[in-house]
Structures are given as C-alpha cells and as structure tokens.
Antibody
C-alpha cells in the first residue's frame, strides 16, 4: 500500500489549492479515504472523508463549505480542493485509508501517506 | 461532536517501566460486537501516525503485545508494558463512531 500526496505549497489567504493523493498497491475503489491534517506542533485533526465510491462525503465543521473532497477511481487518486484558505489552515495534510475486516469492523486510518505541507501566508 | 480529552499531557518514564495513557470522551462512543469505536495511534517525530489499536482493544497487524487497550463507554486506556526505546513518542486516541475526532495527544518521553 502506498499513498503519495502532492500539490502542497505556499498560498496567500483567500486563494485556492488542490491536493492530490496517488494510491497504489491495493484496489483503490474498494476503500473509504480521508484527509487528516496537523498544524505545526499541534495534534491531529480529521478534515474530510469519502466513501469507496464517492457517493458519501463528510467534512469537519472547520472546513465545511470551503473544502471539497473527491476521488477518481479510474485514476486511483483522491483530491482535496481547498478554497478561501485561511492562515489557520496551515498544516501538514495526510491522505489516509480506512481498512475493513467486515461490514461493521473498520480499521480507521489503517494506512497513511507521508504528508504534504500547506502554508497559508501573505 | 464528541470531544476526546487525553491525560496526562506528558508522561516521563524510563525504559522498562509501564505507561498508562487515558482518553475520556464527552459522550459515550458507539460500539459493535468487537468493542467501542475507539482507536489509538503512535506518532514519532517527522513521521505519519501508525494505527496501534482499533475497537478499544484489538491490536493492528504487527503491533507488539506490550501494547494493550481497554475501556468502555467514555473512559479508555492504552497501556504500554515494559517500555522499549522505540516506544517514546506521541500517542493519540481517536473515536470513529460519530464523525471522526482525535484527542490532543499524550507525549511519552524519556525520564
């Protein structure tokens, strides 16, 4: 299993950025996927998640209405479109995959990417 | 939103000692037949987190048996018996039964 994030960088407040997460080593279309972030020196914050087929999407209150999670199962890629960025969005953003042992047994964030830095600053 | 509060913030211990980390939820965490939807992660400096425990007490693949989880409802613990040098890290609890939230973390450092 490999998850590789890209698209990070430095952006001004109010601007947009799109992160990508390229997945390999597993059947991408079978697994729920998420974005989790970590501000400098701080703890983990779940940002958004999507079901295996993209039909269900979930967001943290802190990003609802500004961020959009999506996936392209034909390209084995997860995305996070981030609009109206704020300085408090500055974080390392991780792509993470849930595992599943059965219909009711989830392995939450079983696999993680290495993370990508997003800095929002003027 | 379920708020998770971890204690203590920092634990200073020596290799070979045991560590007990606490995680308290603001309301009862959902459950299934395996346990409550409460997980634990280990994060070392500069690395992504690693899943240690899921459903309260079930070790993830490859996790040593010195790591054990317990608890129910709103109170959960992670115990590390006989600390090894590689166990000194930050540990997060996480509930995944009602949206997803993390605790603020407990740092286990060398005394």
């Amino acid at each position: 299993v490999q998850l590789v994030e890209s698209g990070g960088g430095v952006v001004q407040p109010g601007r947009s950025l799109r992160l990508s997460c390229a997945a390999s080593g597993f059947t991408f279309s079978s697994y729920d996927m998420h974005w989790v972030r970590q501000a400098p020196g701080k703890g983990l914050e779940w940002v958004a998640g999507t079901s295996y087929d993209g039909s269900n999407k979930y967001y943290a209150e802190s990003v609802k209405g500004r961020f959009t999670i999506s996936r392209d199962n034909s390209k084995n890629t997860l995305y996070l479109q981030m609009n109206s960025l704020r300085p408090e969005d500055t974080s390392v953003y991780y792509c993470a995959r849930d595992g599943r042992l059965s219909m009711v047994v989830i392995l939450p964030f079983e696999y993680w990417g290495q993370g990508i830095q997003v800095t929002v600053s003027s | 939103e379920i708020v998770l509060t971890q204690s203590p913030g920092t634990l200073s211990l020596s290799p070979g000692e045991s560590a007990t980390l606490s995680c308290r939820a603001s309301q009862s965490v959902s459950s299934n037949y395996l346990g409550w939807y409460l997980a634990w992660y280990q994060q070392k400096r500069g690395q992504a987190p690693r899943l240690l425990i899921h459903a309260t007490s079930n070790r993830a693949t490859g996790v040593p048996d010195r790591f054990s989880g317990s608890g129910s409802g709103t109170d959960f613990n992670l115990t590390i018996s006989r600390l090894e040098p590689e166990d000194f890290a930050v540990y997060y609890c996480h509930q995944y039964g009602d949206s997803r939230t993390f605790g603020q973390g407990t740092r286990v450092q060398v005394k």
